[in-house]
């Protein structure tokens, strides 16, 4: 058994996903580890190159883009290790990121009642970004698609703020999917994501489950590590989009009432429809002057 299992799952980013895997065997010296890539039949096959170029990570070819938690489910199936490392491509670590997370956790396991951690992710300036957040609700979602609604007619409404602590390790609701180790035992317990779920809401949704049975997930301070959140164009935008609000719908019919979510859908389409118009107005507004 191997202590560590790295998975990166790779959709037509070879250069990043290389860039990942360099930083991981740079920084990985204290832990018998493993890396595991998955490429989820990307256009580009130059992932076979770029593997290549580091003989001791397995490649995972699949027919098929089966979305980021089924690709994930089967990567884990051959882990070796006894933690999971699951690893963003666009992410390089900068200090030896599995040690200290395997180290936590051996230490607080029981403690804490250890479910997922992550770390507190920054950008390419060293700036802390996105890296936890709160529990999806309909109540906030329906207040997000609101306050958007307003902000096209004038009205300013303050977003939620990011979750960050002055402490060394604080408790948080999820870890965003970009980086998250845990217990390969404990993933297992829960049947590992979801696979309705494609792109999105699949780690909020593995840690709420978690959640429900007593497991807590925590941001820690010790491990670097940098996401590179780079432009993508217009057709990837507007594809991640549609992805995201189906993985927010799915999230929503799971883990609430029947009766509940079919309130919640029927306001959505009416705030989406009044967003629409009101960005067709505008539009059309502009033209004329």
Known sequence: MKDVSVIIINYNTA??????????????????????????????RTIINVV????????????????????????VKQAKG???????????????VLFLFHKFYEANAQQLSLS??????????????????????????????????????????KQQPEIFSVDRFY????????DMFMAKQLFESVGGFDPDFFLYFEESDLQY????????????K????????GKSTALIRQRSSVLYLKGMMVYMKKHNTALKFGLFKIIWTILDIKTVVLQFILWVKSKRF
Do not use: W
């Open 15 to 44: 250069a990043l996903t290389c860039q990942c895997i360099q930083s991981v065997l740079q920084h990985t010296t204290q832990l018998d580890h493993e890396v595991i890539v998955v490429d989820n039949h990307s256009a580009e």
């Open 52 to 75: 290549a170029q580091f003989p001791s990570v397995k490649l995972i070819q699949l027919d098929e883009n089966i979305g980021f938690g089924k690709a994930n489910n089967i990567a």
């Open 82 to 96: 006894k933690y999971l490392f699951l690893l963003n491509p666009d992410t390089i670590i900068q200090n030896d």
């Open 116 to 157: 997922v951690i992550g770390a507190e992710l920054v950008d390419v300036k060293g700036h802390k970004i996105h890296s936890a957040q709160h529990f999806p609700t309909m109540q906030q979602y329906l207040f997000n698609k609101s306050r958007s609604l307003l902000n096209y007619v004038g009205f300013k409404i």
């Open 171 to 178: 408790p948080v609701d999820y870890v965003t999917g970009a």
């Open 209 to 220: 489950r978690l959640h429900l049975k007593g497991g807590k997930s925590f941001i820690i």
């Open 222 to 229: 010790e491990p670097s590590i940098v996401h590179l959140q």
